[in-house]
């Protein structure tokens, strides 16, 4: 089968790039046309990808890689380039449809921000960073495509940069997050000093640490694999630098679902699936992987048991999805966690739109506060209620399969791994009945004006929503039990699904257990109130707090951080800026000591010149003497 | 080679008295009168390589006769400017003359 659209791969970012660019120059004067440039651009990548993704079906489409030189110094040279395979194929398709949905739902949900284009153009360029990053043929294009995904997070979170949290939780995202991108940096730096020719394209990497491995010795490996991990964790919102994802959730909502749900957040899962030839030689970095996410899916997921912003509860929510994403990888099936990628992608964007039609309606965030919204607002309830279940994995709804998938890669390594994972499930599908019936059933806790206002949300946010809800229900049976087609169209067949009744059953029952545990606390009184947290004041604190975490850290590396930077500024005001004070004074004080010289009498300066000429004279007399 | 020395020192004895009148009169008129006397050295010397000097011609006597010239030019101008100073600031001190530092 020829390939002919995957060598156009690379006009899939250049159509966002070039929405960017013409936004960025026609100023805010667009307005509403050009956040339907911005659109029409997304939906040509989507097309592309969509094209790119049927040409690969075929059964023996070949891997298409074009690269050009993109530096050369000496003996240095640095490549760029973009590469399709069957993975990053999906990736476009996850990307483009993600980003288009939230582009249409912005339309509606940004329409009256006098910002709308500068909006949009930022959408667009973070569209074409993500599409950049899903494509680039090896790491350093990548790590660009990874900063600038980072930047547009930066810039998105920071939107409505005149409210103060929203200014801390972009700045907070910036820092915590470039924590790992150092790991990430220092990690192509050791590749770029030991690998064979300096190559740093993933090919070579399947060649070195797949095929012949024993060229890097084990413990360089564990350490880049482990590096590699950092920038994942910190990008993946992985414990322990977890915390900028939930307070990213200042930024606009359509945000919350494009960056920090489906796309951006789910780049370090896939660069840890893109370096996984690395991480497999690394039995140490493998099990690290695997602790940090089941760790960070249980203890993400605790949190959002507590939460009241329907936002944060999703955020966290996000947080534990990722960890389960990094526990199949952890546990060795790339296959797992891209699944689990794929599916969370559609229904947590999913929630995000719903939360955001939710909010849209009622103005606040506070679950508290709501209530009873599912009478006057049927698509958005019902999307949602999908999406909810989906994350909960109740069959046949996507989530299901993909969690079953991850846990039972999580069994085939360590029961350990499968109980966190198991109880991770039990607590997802507890938070997500708890926001369901507090925020949909039940009777109107908040403002009652609010309640009576609050109506469904025009067609152009709830498309979306309904697209979603589609995928959030069908994308599942691309790999069940009985046909593991997208395991073996990633993998070549590499990788087999392992199955068995024992997970089906048990992820099931966690799931029931939770929903029905959650209806029993919220849903079937209207009162809202958890026996158990009554009972318990000291664990709802705890969870409440989020483990204290941000205080921790508040206290052990914000505060002597703070305080070492302000010594230093101080030192830097008075030795560094002293030193360059003096000498701009010293001059000026020379200058002002010469003004007395000009004195406007001429007989002055006739004096000045006979003085010179004297000197003058002295000096060439003098020399003739020497 | 003693006359051409003899006059060297007179003129430059004259040059030095101009140049004193020049830097520390306060009367403009007496600075004029000094800067011609400065003027008168370098005629002096003028003349005086053109009798003595190595290469002896008529020439120094001609441009010391140009110089007069040109002198008494500068002369008329340098009145009739000190005659309009002294119109507008009825004085000739020039300790009040400090234009040039504005």
Known sequence: MDIVFSQYAWFAPLFPLAAFAVLTAMGRGLRTTGAWVATIASLLSFVLSLLIAIERLGDSAEDYTGRIEWLRAGSIVLHAGYEVTNLTALMLIIVTLVALLVNIYSLGYMKDDERISVFFGYVALFTASMLGLVLADNLLTLYICWELVGVCSFLLIGFWFRKPEARAAAKKAFIVTRIGDLGLLIAILLLYWNMPNHELDFTSFYNVFHSQSGLISTSLTTLIALLIFLGAVGKSGQFPLHVWLPDAMEGPTPISALIHAATMVAAGVYLVVRTFDIFAASDAALTTVAVVGAFTAIFAASVGLAQNDIKRILAYSTVSQLGYMMLALGAGSTTAGMFHLFTHAFFKALLFLAAGSVIHAVHTQDIREMGGLGRRMKITAWTFGIGALALSGIPPFAGFWSKDAVLAAALDDSPWLFAVGLAAAFFTALYMARLFFLVFMGKARGDARAYAHAKESPLVMTLPLLVLAVFSVAAGFVETPWNEWLGSWLTDGEEKGSFSSMVVISSIGASLLGLYLGWLFYGRTSAGRNPVAERLPWLTRLLERKYYVDELYELAFVRPLAKLGRGLSRFDEAVVDGAVRLVGSSVQAAGKLNTRLQSGQVQAYALYGVLGAVILILAIAGRRFW | ?102
């Open chain 2, 1 to 102: 080679m003693t006359m051409l020395s003899s006059y060297l020192t007179l003129a430059a004895v004259l040059f030095c008295i101009g140049l004193y009148g020049v830097i520390t009169k306060r009367n403009a008129v007496i600075v004029l009168l000094s800067i011609e006397l400065m003027l008168n050295a370098v005629n002096l010397n003028l003349i005086a390589f053109s009798k003595y000097g190595i290469n002896a011609s008529l020439r120094g006597q001609v441009f010391s006769l140009f110089t007069m010239t040109v002198a008494a030019a500068e002369a008329a101008v340098g009145i009739a400017v000190l005659i309009s100073l002294y119109r507008r600031r009825v004085t000739v001190n020039v300790d009040e003359f400090d234009e040039l530092r504005r």
